[in-house]
């Protein structure tokens, strides 16, 4: 998923709503791309997640060679294609073209970054 994994089904589902939120401030930011209501960011995380799980390490496989070639660069373009998967799947999830695909990938990994070290990980808490 977007943000840091959790334990149990509560923690499955505190996951996310996390990436639901970081999809929707993530498209708030970004011009080109837009979610018409939080559902539908809940839908966009879910389908994000499932792509990110199945289709992005087979694209990650095949596309090794030019990723070594960019220095590990070309991963931005397997993500911004994940993400156009997402926004072709789900209606009411907008991207509208390329380089706001990549621009979204990049906020959403800070966007989820920053969420992520808000709401904590596993079991790290300051005593």
């Given at each position: 998923?977007?943000?840091?994994r959790r334990e149990g089904c509560l923690g499955l589902v505190l996951t996310w709503l996390l990436s639901a939120v970081a999809v929707s401030i993530s498209a708030w930011i970004v011009p080109g791309v837009s979610v018409d209501s939080f559902g539908k960011a809940m839908v966009a995380a879910a389908i994000l997640g499932i792509v990110n799980a199945l289709v992005r390490p087979v694209l990650v496989l095949l596309t090794l060679p030019v990723t070594v070639v960019t220095l590990g660069?070309?991963?931005?373009?397997?993500?911004a294609a994940c993400v156009a998967i997402a926004a072709n799947v789900v209606e009411g999830f907008r991207v509208d073209g390329f380089l706001p695909a990549v621009i979204m990938v990049i906020v959403l990994t800070i966007v989820s970054s920053v969420i992520g070290s808000i709401f904590g990980g596993r079991g790290k808490r300051a005593e």
């Open positions: 998923m977007l943000v840091e660069l070309f991963l931005l373009v397997v993500n």
